[in-house]
């Protein structure tokens, strides 16, 4: 059974930076495509990056580029999110997440449950 373990929620001050883990279990390979998405209180859910895993190709959502990296350890397979001067606004439930089937490596796409599979999520939180 495939799951995606995420992990390095916490809270921090604005300014501040927390680096997410997702590992992947029960998978023989590791996904070409791995990615981040998160949920505010009362928003939708919003795609944040993605990495094509095999050339480590990344891409992010305009509000957070510059600010997150995507990474990966192919050998561990697992895929990191170093997310620096974070803001009150980057407050948000994030989930690791990998496509089911899809050949495209899309971070708005990792959103859909029926496409992909995806972590429990890990809670970040920053104050002002």
């Known amino acids: 059974q495939v799951q995606l373990v995420d992990s390095g929620g916490d809270s921090v001050q604005a300014g501040g930076s927390l680096r997410l883990s997702c590992e992947v279990s029960?998978?023989?390979?590791?996904?070409?495509?791995m990615g981040w998405f998160r949920q505010a209180p009362g928003r939708e859910r919003e795609g944040v990056a993605a990495?094509?895993?095999?050339?480590?190709?990344?891409d992010y959502h305009h509000s957070v580029k510059g600010r997150f990296t995507i990474s990966q350890d192919n050998t561990k397979k697992t895929v990191y999110l170093q997310m620096n001067s974070l803001k009150p606004e980057d407050t948000a439930v994030y989930y690791c997440?990998?496509?089911?089937?899809?050949?495209?490596?899309?971070?708005?796409?990792?959103?859909?449950?029926?496409?992909?599979?995806w972590g429990q999520g890990t809670q970040v939180t920053v104050s002002s």
């Open positions: 997440a990998a496509p089911r089937r899809s050949r495209y490596c899309d971070f708005r796409a990792l959103v859909d449950r029926e496409a992909n599979y």
């Open positions: 029960g998978y023989n390979y590791f996904f070409r495509c």
């Open positions: 990495i094509v895993t095999t050339d480590s190709s990344a």
